[in-house]
């Protein structure tokens, strides 16, 4: 059974930092990409990012470009997601998905692709 476990979230003051971590387990390979959406209360889920594991390609939205950034550690089975000057419009709900399609920059927002999903973690910001 796959399953993916977020952590990481928390309260901070806009312009600090938090890494939130997504720990995968039950893949039987390390082919899978880890995408990272948000939803914030009354609006619509969120392409935030993505690790392609085919060729290792990185995808940011452009509101979070050059604030956030996403690695991975294959050994440990975990996707990263640090989070660098954040604004009050960051804050809401950050999932990680999983897919074993190869991710692409045309596909990798849309959360249709994704087939596991974790259970959220809460990041706020306060101003």
């Known amino acids: 059974e796959v399953k993916l476990v977020e952590s990481g979230g928390g309260l901070v003051q806009a312009g600090g930092s938090l890494r939130l971590s997504c720990a995968a387990s039950g893949f039987t390979s390390n082919d899978y990409a880890i995408g990272w959406f948000r939803q914030a209360p009354g609006k619509e889920r969120e392409a935030v990012s993505c690790?392609?594991?085919?060729?290792?390609?990185?995808y940011y939205a452009d509101s979070v470009k050059g604030r956030f950034t996403i690695s991975r550690d294959s050994a440990k089975n975990t996707v990263y997601l640090e989070l660098n000057s954040l604004k009050p419009e960051d804050t809401a709900v950050y999932y990680c998905a999983a897919t074993t399609l190869v991710v692409v920059r045309e596909i990798w927002s849309s959360w249709k692709w994704y087939e596991y999903w974790g259970q959220g973690t809460q990041v706020t910001v306060s101003s």
């Open positions: 690790f392609s594991y085919n060729d290792y390609s990185t």
